[in-house]
Each structure stands twice: as C-alpha cells, then as structure tokens.
C-alpha cells in the first residue's frame, strides 16, 4: 500500500545548527503535504501546508523563516529548521493526501522525526 | 473555524469493559473525520475514518465510531478492551479535498485496569 517516508528517523543537532527532514510519498503523487509537531504528551499542531511548486502555508504563530518548507517535487517535502534551539526538540510528522484519489479521501501519515537539540 | 474537541483527558477502564471515547467536531462543510492511535514514542495508527455513507463505521482492532451529525460527534467504542489498547487516541476532522487539512483534537489517554 501507500507508503509516506519521513528520513531520518531520530535526529541530534547542536544548538545554532540547521537539520532537515524529509517526508516522501513513495508510491503515489502528492500536491498537498502537511506537517505537524507534537510536544511530549500532547496533541499534533498543524505546523504548515507544503504546496507543490508554490510556498508553504503557515499556521498562525509558526515562524516561517525558522520553520523553512520546501515541496520541489510531487513526491518530495522538506522542513528545515533553522538556528535550531533546544525548545524546538519535538516530534515532527507528515502527511501526505493521494491526489490521484478523486475525493482526496486516502490520506498517509509518516512515521515522525523526533528532533533534539543539544 | 474547523476544531476538534475531546473532552476527556484521560480514562481508565478494566480489562473486558466497554469502552467509549467522545469527540466533537465543528466544521463549515461536511467533514471527514478520523481516529488515530498513537503508542508511546510511535507515530500513528489509524483506526477508522468516515467520509460518507453509514454512518456507524467499523475500523481495526475490533474498533467502531458513529457519526452524528445533529450532535457533531464521532465517539469510538468498543465492546471489550484489552491491555493492549492502552494508548493515546486522537480524533481529527478536515475536508475532502487533497489540500484541506487536518486537525487533531488534544487527545485522550486511556489506561487499562487489570
């Protein structure tokens, strides 16, 4: 089945540094990714809709030039964090929606990125 | 606005009661609503979703939730827990369209007595 990919796993940066994390659709075309982050014990925040070939949609109180977002391809986003501290340790995931399902009913969710800065 | 409550923070039941966790939604349009769950330290599992049609939607894990519109709500229950069921369940609403998104309720941690 439909698969969303998200590299790397587990991640330590120092503090200042910048880390990447990507987020695939392996078997299927995706317009639309989305990416949330989820402190310890609590609920995913909507973070920002990547836009295939357009900029990023951000939530409101998400800094977009910490939190970069890059959607290059159809299978392919990115989030960036910039500078990162270690209030930005976190879990990170995504989704993906299939957009060749005519109702974008089959949405796909990767496995998380957990994120800490030393 | 598009939201997702879940009322109850956490729950505890005993091993083979019945269980129900409640969920309101509140959407402009008519919404496609899930239910996640979530291990310790793990991404998400889904359990069910609802988009059309019967309204009292069967998922995995011997799960079921009913979507009542009059009330906006979508609780999950199930017949008989199992220790395993111990977890963290989220319930989340959006749109139909590939660029709509989805939002997450604040969670409902279930404990499971012996």
């Known amino acids: 089945g439909a698969v969303v990919s998200q590299h790397p796993s587990w991640v330590i940066c120092k503090s200042g540094t910048s880390v990447k994390i990507e987020c695939r659709s392996l078997d299927f075309q995706a317009t639309t990714m989305f990416w949330y982050r989820q402190f310890p014990k609590q609920s995913l925040m909507l973070m920002a809709t990547s836009n295939e070939g357009s900029k990023a949609t951000y939530e409101q109180g998400v800094e977009k030039d910490k939190f970069l977002i890059n959607h290059a391809s159809l299978t392919l986003s990115t989030l960036t964090v910039t500078s990162a501290h270690p209030e930005d340790s976190s879990f990170y995931i995504c989704?993906?929606?299939?957009?060749?399902?005519?109702?974008?009913?089959?949405?796909?969710f990767g496995e998380g990125s957990w994120l800490t800065v030393v | 606005a598009q939201s997702v409550t879940q009322p109850d923070i956490h729950i505890t039941v005993s091993e083979g009661a019945s269980l129900e966790l409640r969920c309101n939604y509140s959407?402009?349009?008519?919404?496609?609503l899930f239910w996640y769950v979530q291990s310790p330290g793990q991404g998400l599992q889904l359990l069910l979703k609802y988009f059309s049609g019967d309204t009292l939607v069967q998922g995995i894990k011997g799960f079921e939730a009913e979507f009542k519109r009059s009330q906006s709500s979508f609780n999950l229950r199930k017949p008989s827990v199992h220790w395993s069921d111990a977890a963290e369940y989220f319930c989340a609403v959006g749109g139909y369209s590939s660029a709509s998104k989805i939002i997450f309720g604040s969670g409902t941690r279930l404990s499971i007595r012996p």
């Open positions: 989704s993906a929606r299939d957009r060749g399902n005519a109702w974008g009913n089959t949405i796909y």
């Open positions: 959407y402009g349009a008519t919404p496609y």
